[in-house]
């Protein structure tokens, strides 16, 4: 193998072993040919072995460098693996790019990392060129040793605690430990929550964490039960990189909502879900308000739960002239679901002139929406979702005028009732 590999060097053209074509050339390359690919010279075993090892989606699969799998399956598998071990181990895992660990031995990733301490690793050192990482936390420590393993080239962290019996005390853990983290480089941030965190930007711990690791995200997501976000009205934490924000609006809602806009004022996709206390019946727009302040929002989703009021034409009106760039729009309600009547249909074509998604939780009702066969509707609309509008019998027609007034040229429905705008030749517009 080496006189061939030696033999290919020395005859084949110089073209082939630069290293920007080579590294090309490589990414095409499924796995088993990468393989093959790293026995073909010295110059490409580098490249090859960087697109094997640059997801990986189990920290089994990077154990099994060092281990036979009788001793991987052993609940102590340190005493397997002899020192010398250790460096082959750092030499593929200094390769991985995007890394998944849900496996049910969650623990093993952090007693590798206690162990590689234990030999004289520096924080950040096992994985330099990580750039995306899913940890599914089962246990509400066993996140903590491994963070520091990370290096300064992560841009997307994901953090999912699926166990109800991991709560706050399990994610404020780790957020401690990201704060002593150097993530220069770390654009989104992800975390799933099955169990309650309540307040969590109150909490010492994620103020912490965005103060060293939040001056560069893009994107901040948060998702978990009901109360989960409760940013307070003197938040001292403002993330101005932050354009894309998932999270939850808890009681009160303005309150929330105001504290929300203060940390991340330039944002232009926002999903959201906002939670009404009993008894409520004003209007959307007076619970929102604060959000009309966010004038770059292109994109946003709204599902509310509890009572409140229906959406009317002022809402509509006082939501379009706030939000001028609108493209994408969603409003939902449950448990009730329709609380919009589809005579304000048109409200949101003339409020939302750029709007070219729509799903709302529409409500038959009459008077039905006037249909000007002159004007354009919805001129940029290419889906629009009535999620389950109820049509009584015999109004068929009036539904098909309707959509026909929006969709001219022609549409589609998909299986979850989304209608998609056609062409004029009848394909389906992508």
Not at 99 to 118: F, R
Not at 167 to 189: D, E, I, K, M, Q
Not at 262 to 288: E, R
Not at 381 to 395: D, E, I, K, Q
Request: charged letters at 15%; aromatic letters at 10%.
């Amino acid at each position: 193998m080496v006189e061939a590999a030696d033999a290919f060097e020395g005859h084949c053209s110089t073209v082939f072993l630069l290293p920007e074509l080579v590294e090309l050339i490589v990414s095409f390359l499924n796995r088993s040919d990468c393989v093959s690919a790293a026995r073909i010279s010295t110059m490409w075993t580098d490249p090859a072995l960087n697109n094997i090892w640059s997801r990986v989606d189990s920290f089994q699969t990077l154990l099994q460098v060092v281990l036979p799998k009788e001793a991987s399956r052993a609940l102590d598998f340190r005493h397997y693996i002899p020192k010398e071990s250790w460096s082959r181990l750092r030499q593929y895992a200094s390769r991985i790019r995007v890394l998944t660990n849900d496996d049910d031995k969650v623990d093993l990733a952090s007693d590798l990392v206690s162990q590689l301490q234990g030999y004289g690793l520096e924080p950040g050192t096992l994985f330099p060129r990580l750039i995306r990482l899913k940890w599914v936390v089962r246990g509400s420590e066993h996140v903590c040793p491994f963070l520091p393993s990370v290096g300064g080239s992560l841009q997307v962290l994901t953090l999912d605690y699926p166990d109800t019996d991991v709560g706050y005390s399990g994610v404020s853990n780790a957020l401690w430990t990201l704060s002593s983290c150097s993530l220069p480089r770390l654009r989104t941030f992800c975390i799933r929550a099955t169990a309650g965190w309540f307040g969590w930007l109150v909490d010492p711990a994620a103020n912490a964490f965005l103060a060293k690791n939040g001056h560069n995200l893009t994107t901040l997501y948060f998702k978990g039960p009901t109360y989960s976000f409760t940013p307070p009205e003197d938040l001292a934490i403002s993330i101005q990189t932050v354009t894309d924000l998932a999270c939850q609006l808890s009681t009160p809602v303005y309150e929330s909502a105001a504290g929300l806009v203060k940390m991340c004022p330039n944002l232009q996709i926002l999903k959201v879900n906002i939670f009404f206390s009993a008894g409520s019946t004003a209007q959307w727009s007076k619970y929102i308000e604060p959000l009309f302040n966010l004038h770059d929002l292109s994109e946003l989703q709204i599902r509310a739960y509890g009572q409140c009021g229906p959406i009317t034409a002022d809402d509509i009106l006082t939501m379009g002239g706030a939000w001028p760039r609108m493209r994408s729009l969603s409003l939902s309600h449950t448990p009730w679901g329709d609380v919009i009547a589809l005579s304000l249909l048109f409200h949101f074509s003339a409020c939302f002139p750029l709007l070219e998604h729509l799903t709302g939780a529409f409500r038959w009702s009459f008077p039905l929406p006037a249909v000007d066969e002159h004007a354009t509707h919805f001129p940029n609309l290419r889906t629009l979702n009535f999620m389950g509008l109820y049509v009584p019998a015999g109004s068929g027609k009036e539904y098909q005028r309707i959509v026909d007034a929006i969709f001219p040229c022609g549409h589609f429905t998909r299986n979850d009732g989304t209608i998609i705008r056609a062409d004029s030749d009848g394909s389906r517009i992508q």
